[in-house]
């Protein structure tokens, strides 16, 4: 596919030179055959006959299938296109749904052990250092397929709700904590629904949409 989209012209150039050939070589060995009758007849003269092949046999024959294969590259083309528009919004919602999943394991996560002293479960959420750090590094590992915003703005509100701890205490708690914070990380889950929503009818009004890709459930769809 990659090999065709490169070299596209070149090979609709050798298409036509071949063409050209074989309506020559057709027109050789099949237009006595075609016109012999009716010179034979004489209904027209040789002359005309051999016009007649060239205008019909030549260059309108030679013509339509070059035409035929420019249409052809350019439907391919946009089927090309339309489809790695499909791959992309498909693979927007598989990282939309990743994101959303861990947000939603974060905030269920129950308060056990020593955490039930420094966590009110109804307001505040703790967020372990390896789920930290995937957040952090989320939108870096897939900024083609979701906005450095997304993650950046959310960051930035749960920054105002940090506890603060000494490192030993932070290392005990195992995890950041944060205060008043559980309204944020609802509504920043109904974002990405939301947006993942949203990237689901962009998908539906795509034509053409492969059935196979759709009902891959691993996309959610």
Do not use: C
């Not at 906005?147 to 000494?166: E, G, I, Q, R």
Request: no cysteine; net charge positive; aromatic share 14%.
């Amino acid at each position: 596919m990659e090999l065709l989209h490169q070299y596209g012209s070149l090979l609709i150039f050798i298409t036509a030179v071949f063409g050209f050939f074989m309506a020559f070589g057709v027109g050789a060995n099949d237009v006595s055959n075609a016109m012999g009758t009716s010179v034979g007849s004489g209904t027209i003269t040789a002359k005309q006959a051999i016009i007649i092949a060239m205008i019909f046999g030549l260059i309108i024959g030679a013509w339509l299938m070059v035409a035929g294969i420019y249409i052809y590259k350019i439907y391919d083309e946009n089927r090309y296109k339309k489809r790695l528009t499909i791959e992309k919004l498909l693979r927007e919602i598989e990282v939309r749904n990743t994101l959303n999943q861990k947000v939603i394991e974060i905030l269920n996560r129950p308060i056990t052990g020593s955490d039930k002293e420094l966590i009110n479960p109804q307001s505040d959420v703790k967020v372990p250092f390896y789920d930290y750090n995937f957040l952090k590094n989320y939108t870096s590992m897939y900024n083609l397929y979701i906005p450095t915003y997304f993650l950046n703005t959310f960051f930035k509100k749960l920054s105002h709700h940090l506890a603060v701890f000494d490192d030993e205490q932070d290392l005990k708690n195992g995890g950041y904590i944060f205060k008043e914070s559980r309204t944020i990380f609802e509504n920043f889950s109904v974002e990405i629904t939301d947006d993942i929503e949203a990237k689901k009818r962009e998908l539906q009004k795509a034509k053409n949409v492969y059935p196979s890709m759709l009902k891959k459930q691993h996309y959610n769809i």
